[in-house]
């Protein structure tokens, strides 16, 4: 079946610092990638999608200049989480789809952010 | 704009009895419809999706589910379940031409021996 490699699985920095997520399709092309922030006990709710080699699209409230994203290949996006703060702890999760019809989304593993 | 409510935030249920998980959604127009599990400190997988055609849907795990245009209603079932069935299911819609998905609040699934 498709698979979602999402790295790391854990991240714990200091306050101010970047940090970067990968996530990879890895048996397949993903013509569409999104992103995803997980609060405790709580549904999705969806930061962004990105589109091989355009910009992402960001949800209403989600601050572009805070979370970039780089959708660099068919298979890779990245989302880097600028100069973090406590605030911006949480879970954050990708997916992957290709083309077609009803095509589900397949969601990688999650990264657990914690900012000190 | 599409929205689903899952009517039930907890379920407890003894191992080997049969669970029912509720979603209902609303959608000015036609929808696919998923149910995904999420287990503890893990990303979300696919059990099973309504497309089209037969409204009962089997997916994996001995999930399936049933799709009910006139109630709005895609309900989860399973006729025996196990410890490892515990975790957190979501329910997700998207409409036919957009393939952002909506997911509703998920349900808390505890199986006890």
């Known amino acids: 079946g498709a698979v979602v490699s999402q790295h790391p699985s854990r991240v714990i920095c200091k306050s101010g610092t970047s940090v970067k997520i990968e996530c990879r399709s890895l048996d397949f092309q993903a013509t569409t990638m999104f992103w995803y922030r997980q609060f405790p006990k709580q549904s999705l709710m969806l930061m962004a999608t990105s589109n091989e080699g355009s910009k992402a699209t960001y949800e209403q409230g989600v601050e572009k200049d805070k979370f970039l994203i780089n959708h660099a290949s068919l298979t890779l996006s990245t989302l880097t989480v600028t100069s973090a703060h406590p605030e911006d702890s949480s879970f954050y999760i990708c997916?992957?789809?290709?083309?077609?019809?009803?095509?589900?989304?397949?969601f990688g593993d999650g990264t657990r952010l914690s900012i000190l | 704009a599409q929205s689903v409510t899952q009517l039930d935030s907890q379920v407890p249920v003894f191992e080997e009895a049969p669970v029912e998980l509720r979603c209902n959604y609303s959608?000015?127009?036609?929808?696919?419809l998923f149910w995904y599990v999420q287990y503890p400190n893990q990303g979300l997988q696919l059990l099973l999706k309504?497309?089209?055609?037969?409204?009962l849907v089997k997916g994996i795990n001995g999930f399936e589910a049933e799709f009910n245009k006139s109630q709005t209603s895609f309900h989860l079932r399973k006729p025996s379940v196990h410890i490892s069935d515990t975790a957190e299911y979501f329910c997700a819609v998207s409409e036919l031409d957009d393939y952002k998905l909506s997911f509703g609040a998920g349900t808390t699934v505890t199986v006890r021996a």
């Open positions: 959608s000015s127009v036609s929808v696919y």
């Open positions: 997916s992957a789809r290709f083309g077609g019809d009803g095509q589900p989304q397949h």
């Open positions: 309504y497309l089209s055609g037969s409204t």
